[in-house]
């Protein structure tokens, strides 16, 4: 069985064009929902006719050739996802699993869009939700949470297959299990950073199932974050789907003309990652100014403006303010640099042919520098948001090397993976804590899904960041459909 470039683009844009529909159809009004739809659908048969079929393949990238071993590599992706937490069926971990959980409740119990309450003051949810909608749209055909908390994770699953899939087609169209397994255990070296920047004590051999291991990469909340096992478990709604355009805007770097329709579909689901892309795209487009006026590029450009504006009218969406260490932002910028050298300079060295030339890195590395100084809304974590990309690219970069690494020395190869296993300390840690957790739900002392955050998304009494999930403002958007 094969696996064309086409083929894997189409199953791209599914899952990332899916909720974005469901987003214009449900959350805008039918002048505003019907000419945008048009227009993506115009896109997708200009983009995937017949005549388009040459367009697909790219230098560097090789159709994957599917054997029986890849469905045990199918296999372990849901394990993994499942032992992330995601669904309820496997102990999750707390904290953020129970605003998650929270956020999909109100999609999948009451109407689109989810407004809490009656008459034109009324607060709605506002919150970059895509990720849930298909799921949520599964609850409420079927009538039960459980269908749509299996459709979760089934749909996560499947985002990480397509962005596993990329993968392969990079390292030579081979599904191999040292990919899926870097995928896994990647992660910077927050263990070191954090010995220098960490606000609390913290030591394995006292305690070792102290909540700060799990926040190693989160360490004063400020900097950057740490990998898939983080991503996983605490921002699985903005990672999956930053993977998967990650994928994509690779493979389709060198063609301006579909680049900011795949662009446009991110921001519903991940508006920070997003961020972080947009210099890098905007420097594409404009050196190849002359082929960037298409009909798919227009669809993503109302796209992400829709989506944009939308999450802009969040109560947090305009809360932007400077940050400083100890009242110095010269000080906060010199220990900005000095975390990402910390984190993400040991990788340099076996990537370097990778980035030496590569715009996207550097941009991304610039920005997880420099947005430190910044915030948005009441929590510190801008920085550990926008780094996201700049993680995956490693990554990214670390599996191709991954494949050229058996030609190196053998002293190559063993100083790769010692860096690679060093790093794994925090996705390992995670799945320690989570079995852990399991049989605390095994003994009756914890839930195995958090739930207490559920309906109470609305209540400012309640939920400490409310601010984050709704709007109360009420900002007057033109055809933003918010009386269902």
């Known amino acids: 069985m094969m696996i064309s470039q086409r083929s894997l683009l189409i199953q791209a844009l599914v899952w990332l064009g899916l909720p974005v529909l469901l987003f214009i159809i449900f959350w805008w009004k039918w002048w505003v929902s019907v000419p945008v739809i048009i227009l993506i659908v115009w896109s997708v048969v200009q983009i995937f006719n017949k005549h388009s079929r040459g367009q697909f393949t790219s230098g560097g990238y090789a159709d994957i050739k599917l054997s029986s071993e890849a469905w045990w590599m199918v296999i372990v992706v849901l394990a993994y996802v499942i032992c992330s937490g995601i669904g309820g069926f496997v102990a999750q971990m707390p904290n953020d699993h129970a605003w998650r959980n929270a956020v999909f409740y109100d999609l999948a119990r009451q109407p689109w869009p989810v407004v809490y309450g009656d008459g034109d003051s009324a607060p709605y949810l506002c919150y970059y939700f895509g990720f849930w909608l298909p799921a949520a749209l599964m609850a409420k055909f079927t009538g039960f949470i459980v269908a749509g908390d299996i459709a979760q994770a089934l749909w996560a699953s499947w985002g990480t297959w397509i962005a596993l899939c990329f993968l392969f087609a990079m390292t030579g169209g081979k599904p191999r299990w040292r990919i899926i397994i870097i995928f896994i255990f990647f992660n910077s070296w927050d263990f ?44 699985y709604n903005q990672a999956i789907p930053t993977w998967v355009m990650m994928s994509v805007i690779l493979h389709e770097r060198h063609k301006p003309q579909r680049l900011l329709f795949w662009f446009g579909m991110l921001v519903i689901f991940a508006p920070i990652p997003a961020l972080a892309l947009i210099p890098y795209i905007s420097f594409a487009l404009l050196r190849r100014f002359r082929k960037i006026f298409t009909v798919p590029n227009l669809s993503g450009f109302l796209v992400a403006l829709l989506s944009s504006l939308f999450l802009l009218s969040n109560n947090s969406g305009g809360q932007f303010r400077v940050l400083d260490a100890d009242g110095s932002s010269v000080r906060l910028l010199c220990m900005s640099v000095c975390f ?36 948005i809304g009441t929590t510190p974590d801008l920085a550990w948001r926008i780094s996201v990309p700049l993680v995956i690219l490693l990554c990214i970069d670390m599996c191709r090397r991954s494949i050229e690494i058996q030609s190196s020395s053998r002293i190559a190869g063993i100083l790769f993976y010692s860096v690679l296993i060093i790093g794994a300390f925090s996705p390992c840690y995670l799945l320690f804590r989570t079995a852990v957790n399991e049989i605390e739900v095994v003994h009756g002392n914890r839930d195995r899904k958090l739930i207490n955050m559920m309906g109470h998304l609305d ?26």
Do not use: H
């Open 340 to 375: 990402v050298v910390l984190s993400y300079g040991v990788f340099v060295p076996f990537v370097w042919l990778y980035i030496k030339r590569c715009l996207l890195f550097w941009s991304l590395l610039s920005l997880a520098v420099i947005v430190p100084l910044f915030g």
């Open 192 to 235: 070191l950073s954090s010995a220098f920047f960490s606000d609390e004590y913290y030591n394995i051999l006292e305690d070792p199932l102290t909540p700060q291991f799990m926040w190693l990469s989160t360490t004063s909340s400020r900097f950057g974050c740490s990998a898939n096992g983080v991503f996983y478990n605490f921002i």
């Open 459 to 484: 209540d400012p009494g309640y939920n400490v960041y409310y601010n984050n999930f709704v709007s109360t403002q009420r900002k007057r958007i033109p055809g933003l459909r918010l009386n269902p």
